[in-house]
């Protein structure tokens, strides 16, 4: 009898031990993935406050106390913050160790030292769980401070290190308790135990299971080391319910109720996760402060019984109130974080995130998306409030960094809750004007004789499309006449726009636009007026091209992705090509600043842009598209408003767009420094108002590539073409000398004529002048 029981009792340890064993050698838990920002980078200007930075770094993991003392901790108070970084790497990109200081006046950052921009870590923009809703973030043992340790010790198993496993004592006292209850088994766990019952049981109380438990236990102990134990025990203990998750191991509750990682906690905090174990939700500290600070001051009293805590250091914890500090739940920057799951999932399979715990690296830097999405929401808030037909419309933002294509702000609709559609990166809706800048940095990059004082002419034209008659018109309905092309493009005037295109070629055109970008184009005269699709993302990053001295950059939100130990799996690295000049790139920029300054994108002033900075509106057919898309030495960013089904809007891009694209660039302090112009530009006069009884009427200093600044400027030429051939001089035009014409009779009067003739002829063939 007793042989055939430890027969069947050998077998059962035996398959015991091959349970153990095959789940320590697989994935013990589900893990939490988790989506990050880029490194914080802070810069004199910057809309943010101290606190909205402290909470950014409670999310980073650090701790705030009263006077730092070690990397990972801030202090924060009377318009500073002071903390010290710890080095840390991440898919392409460094963190030095060292303190950083900011300070703040008036809702913005004021200085930042030792350098500027200042460097800060990322923080967490989502923890995403799996099937179970377990939030946990496995750490080693010794990254619990001994306090904890102990403390848990002292309330669930002193004699840890003593016994192999199982209690004797307890478990004669559940057989006890068993039998006068009638079958319900309770108490005499070890942590071990404990152990056990929660990684392969269920949470029933009977006999059988309670031997299953021991058996387990041992079996534990036999692949383990105690320390090993304690640390598996330790990221495995359920610690209640906070931000609608489950609370799994010590670092996710010390972030949780401290806002703190778990290395970072107070003797007093360690003895409040270690009192409220054997009942997390009835004794949180979150819901009932009272019974929290019992049990913790029972586990004081427990480390004091068993000599790991000073009595007096004991009494003087219990005296002070516990004051808990849970973050700030919910997804921050949701578009990008759908965005950035996607590409995981993509990457690596679906449900790769939760299954593997990957960490997600983008670029969002978190004080400029908190100002996006304030920036639509006054900006949504103020169109319903004025205008009828915006009433339910979706507005999206793009912010890109220039030098490397980064999305460091993403807005994809006016509602994630109520439309999680990514509008910034997945509708595509036609550019309208937008595109003409574009069009415009060709046109220059292509033929260096151009300037901003080119003649193009606003007058009626018609083209034949597809076997259609196509008549574009402006804006206003009105035209203009003979225009300097900086006037036409700051007034957004559409027939100049497409004799500049037809003057590139439309198949060049097609191709240039596919370059920077936008591989929606196709050949046809309508491309110069952005009938096309695109997409905001796109649009910033083309006009990238302009404050990046003609370097081209493709839209990147993710940077790349780790896995749970920190390991880069693979990086997203940035993609820049060189598209234009130097030159070609700072003349388009400086017609762009005239946009701001005098043409459709004024507005933007009354909103507190000023500095260096360019832009254009854009508006489609019936109103259904409103656009602004511009840039700073550092940003560019595009702001699309419309209707989800393409129904009218009824307003323009400087109404509807330009407001909350001010908004954003005002805020970010970026408008500062200025667009470096290079050797290749250089300056001089032009004539862009004619001639009148000798006097030039409107007289500008203009620029032009070099070598091509105009012989006759505002001094009025002489000659019997004098006044004509002033007027196309003046306007930068380099024009070829005239030819005789042999047919011609020799009267002054009749060479002038035909000159201006084939002149004008010139002009309207090929689009400019």
Known sequence: ????????????????????????????????????????????????????????????????????????????????????????????????????????????????????????????????????????????????????????????????????????????????????????????????????????????????????????????????????????????????????????????????????????????????????????????????????????????????????????????????????????TGRQAPYAVDAAVEFADQRFGAGAITREGLQVHTAIQPALQRLAEGAVRAGIGELEGRHAKSVGAQMALVAVRVDDGSIVALVGGRDYGASPFNRGLRAERQPGSTVKPLVLAAAFEEDPSLSPATVLLDEPIERTVDGKVWTPRNYDGQYLGELPLRDAIAKSRNVPAVLLAERLGLESLRRWLHRFGLRGAGANPAIALGAFSATPAQMAAAYAVFPNRGHSVSPRLVAGVSDHAGETLTRTPAQVERRLSARAAWLATSVLQSVMSDGTGRGAAKYGVAGAVGGKTGTTDGYRDAWFVGFSPTLAVAVWVGHDKGRSLGLSGSQAALPTWARFMAGSGTVRGSFPMPDSIAQGEACVGGFIDGACQDCRQEVFSEGWVPEVGCEEPTGPVGDFLGRFFGRGRAMPEPTPDPDAEEDPAAEDESLRERVRRSLRGRGGG
């Not at 308790?177 to 269920?202: D, E, I, M, Y």
């Not at 004081?300 to 002070?320: G, K």
Request: proline share 6%; glycine share 10%; charged share 20%.
């Open 1 to 328: 009898m007793l042989l055939g029981v430890c027969a069947v009792g050998g077998v059962l340890y035996r398959q015991a031990v091959a349970q153990v064993r095959d789940s320590l050698d697989g994935q013990v838990w589900e893990l939490t993935g988790k989506t990050w920002s880029a490194p914080m980078q802070l810069w004199p200007g910057l809309t943010l406050t101290e606190e909205e930075l402290a909470a950014d770094l409670v999310k980073a993991g650090y701790a705030r106390v009263d006077k730092v003392a070690g990397p990972g901790d801030f202090q924060a108070g009377g318009g500073a913050l002071l903390a010290r970084v710890r080095a840390q790497e991440g898919p392409g990109w460094r963190l030095p160790a060292g303190d950083v200081m900011v300070t703040f006046r008036e809702g913005r950052v004021h200085t930042v030292s030792p350098r500027d921009p200042a460097l800060l870590p990322p923080t967490l923009l989502a923890s995403l769980r799996g099937p179970s809703n377990e939030a946990r973030t496995p750490r080693a043992l010794e990254d619990f401070p001994e306090s904890l340790r102990h403390a848990v010790l002292a309330m669930e198993d002193s004699r840890f290190f003593e016994h192999p496993g199982v209690s004797v004592l307890g478990i004669a006292r559940a057989m006890v308790v068993n039998l006068l209850r009638g079958g319900a088994v309770q108490g005499g766990s070890t942590l071990t135990q404990q152990l056990a019952k929660n990684l392969f049981l269920s949470p029933e109380r009977t006999l059988s299971r309670k031997a299953q438990e021991a058996l387990l236990a041992f079996a534990l102990e036999q692949e383990l080391s105690k320390p090993e134990i304690l640390a598996l025990y330790l990221n495995e203990i359920y610690w209640g319910q906070a931000g609608g998750a489950a609370i799994c191991g010590a670092d996710e509750a010390a972030r949780a109720f401290f806002g703190k990682p778990v290395e970072r906690l107070t003797v007093g905090e360690s003895a409040t996760l270690a009192g409220i174990i054997s009942a997390p939700n009835g004794y949180s500290p979150l819901r009932h402060p009272e019974r929290a600070t019992e049990r913790r001051d029972l586990a004081l009293r427990r480390m004091v019984e068993e000599d790991w805590l000073d009595a007096a250091e004991a009494s003087a914890i219990a005296e002070t109130v516990l004051v808990v500090s849970p973050p700030a």
